[in-house]
């Protein structure tokens, strides 16, 4: 079993930055894949960026150029700096850990999910 602990959402106007973190209880097979995906009540889940532990990363299109996923394995630990963050960017954003040959996107489809930390931007 993995534990994810997010942390790091809010309220920010339009333009403005968050960076969202994530922390692992191990670094394992389980964390292979470790990611984020977000949702808005009354809409389906939708995958915001994904990371391998080789390095590769996935980007929904809604967040390309805006959005960078990092981890840090020495802290079991996945990032996300969200830049030009817009009012439809307004969800709760959940971590997501997963394992190899699981399928890597979307991420909500991994196995092991946090609580998730609400983000919430304003015009």
């Known amino acids: 079993q993995v534990q994810l602990v997010e942390s790091g959402g809010g309220a920010v106007q339009t333009g403005g930055s968050l960076r969202l973190s994530c922390v692992a209880s191990?670094?394992?097979?389980?964390?292979?894949?470790m990611g984020w995906f977000r949702q808005t009540p009354g809409k389906e889940r939708e995958g915001v960026a994904a990371s391998a532990r080789g390095g590769t990363t996935r980007y929904a299109d809604s967040v390309k150029g805006r959005f960078t996923i990092s981890r840090d394995h020495a802290r079991n630990t996945v990032f996300l700096q969200m830049s030009s963050l817009q009012p439809e960017d307004t969800a709760m954003y959940y971590c997501?850990?997963?394992?190899?040959?699981?399928?890597?996107?979307?991420?909500?489809?991994?196995?092991?999910r946090g609580q998730g930390t609400q983000v919430t931007v304003s015009s």
């Open positions: 997501a850990a997963g394992r190899l040959y699981g399928g890597f996107w979307p991420p909500m489809d991994w196995g092991y």
């Open positions: 191990t670094d394992n097979q389980d964390t292979y894949y």
